[in-house]
């Protein structure tokens, strides 16, 4: 039988660790290979004891109480549970009032799914660039943007930060657009008092195993400011008989999982502060930029390299990633990159073979463009120069897990010798010269 039980507790880190030998030039790892799994979702007798209680219910009962008391924790006025994130973007989208044709203003930083949603409502995706602090959709880049064509601005709440929601609903409201949130990241995710998802007109978010509040597998939501944008995606799925159902089996695992997001939240806030006051102190690292009045949900947790502080600014700054990469990974933190090339520039939108013949993008060829990555100079600078933790900061990771993610960190700052020699040895390509991958 797999057991969720760790093997062994990690022992807390010391300053020998610290000063002793790189991992990948022959010393001992932060983290041990044996030591390094994630555990992730928490599955306990609570969520066991719901499932089989579920049994004896309705489905559809079982999926609209979860619903419901989903709703009620995020404040939005209406939802529409799915199967999937980009189901519930989908539906959010229509809700919304997009039609065949229309243009929707998206970030070319994201999950592929926020483009793929809006071409599923055969409606045409235009790119803009991001915020360099946050990473989120640029409203001057949304601004010039917007044509006649125009329908809807779809920000991403781009690793459980919100978006700058004030100023792109101030331009949603100059313009006449609907503005519709991604925020599949976001979950418990804030601007002062207002949840992500209760933001906009609509809002769509995953609910998918891997996500701060997962549930059994696949699942979505929608969000609708008013019943008329309610009615109107579920007529759609009704008239289209597009089954987008959730499961009962997912939502009786997410109504369990519910009742302990708090405590997640704060443990995932807990952990990004102890990191970030450590990678403050490196120099090397940068920990993620919080606006005033917002509350990060930490999905994952972007760090920021900052070669000039350890003098090798003459390096580039792609390279001094790649081999911070490479000696991180050594020590036991799992960072990555996550997306290496802009929305953009993956295959869908550069052929755009759409629903066949080019449909939907031949609905509006005046809003088509064939993107470089370089049109994108903000989102390309940023893949060059970060790194993410993906679930390494959840619940239930222990806190000695996260002081040793940090002394690695901290570790790696202190050697930019061996960035050095990493950087001299090896070809490093920056990350939009390699095959485009998603995650």
Aim: overall charge negative; some cysteine; charged content about 20%.
């Amino acid at each position: 039988m797999i057991t969720d039980f760790p093997a062994a507790p990690l022992p807390l880190p010391d300053e020998a660790e610290l000063a002793a030998e790189l991992a990948a030039f022959g010393g001992g790892a932060m983290i041990p290979k044996e030591m390094r799994r994630t555990i992730f979702p928490v599955i306990t007798k609570e969520d066991v004891f719901n499932l089989m209680l579920a049994q004896r219910a309705l489905p559809e009962r079982v999926v609209a109480d979860f619903a419901e008391s989903y709703r009620d924790y995020v404040g939005a006025n209406h939802a529409l549970p799915t199967a999937s994130g980009t189901s519930s973007l989908h539906l959010a989208l229509i809700g919304a009032g997009v039609q065949p044709g229309d243009e929707v203003i998206v970030p070319a930083f994201t999950f592929i799914a926020t483009a793929q949603a809006v071409v599923a409502a055969h409606a045409i995706p235009v790119f803009v660039d991001i915020d360099p602090r946050t990473y989120c959709m640029d409203p001057q880049a949304a601004a010039a943007a917007i044509t006649s064509r125009t329908r809807a601005i779809m920000p991403v709440h781009v690793h459980g930060l919100p978006a700058d929601v004030p100023a792109l609903r101030a331009l949603c409201d100059q313009h006449g657009l609907a503005l519709v949130e991604d925020a599949s990241h976001a979950h418990s995710a804030k601007i002062g008092s207002a949840t992500a998802g209760s933001l906009g007109d609509a809002a769509g978010q995953s609910l998918m195993a891997d996500k701060n509040f997962p549930l059994g597998g696949e699942g979505g939501i929608a969000f609708f400011a008013t019943e008329e944008a309610y009615r109107r995606a579920a007529d759609y799925v009704e008239r289209h008989g597009i089954d987008y159902r959730m499961s009962w089996v997912a939502a009786a695992f997410g109504a369990s999982q519910l009742k302990r997001l708090p405590y997640y939240d704060q443990v995932r806030a807990r952990n990004a502060r102890l990191l970030g006051e450590i990678l403050d102190g490196t120099g090397l690292f940068r920990a993620p930029y919080v606006p005033e009045g917002h509350v990060h949900a930490y999905n994952m947790y972007r760090i920021t390299l900052l070669p000039e502080a350890v003098g090798l600014d003459d390096l580039p700054v792609h390279a001094v990633k790649e081999a911070v990469h490479e000696l991180l990974v050594a020590e036991g933190v799992p960072a990555r990159e996550w997306q290496n090339t802009p929305i953009p520039c993956h295959l869908p939108f550069q052929h755009r073979a759409g629903f066949g013949n080019g449909y939907p993008f031949s609905l509006n060829p005046g809003a088509v463009r064939d993107h470089r990555p370089e049109d994108f100079p903000v989102t390309v600078g940023m893949l060059d120069s970060t790194l993410v933790l993906c679930r390494e900061l959840r619940s239930p990771v222990e806190y000695e897990r996260a002081l040793r993610y940090a002394d690695a960190f901290a570790k790696v700052a202190r050697r930019p010798d061996a960035i050095r020699k990493l950087v001299a040895d090896n070809d490093y390509r920056r990350p939009y010269e390699k095959a485009a991958r998603l995650g």
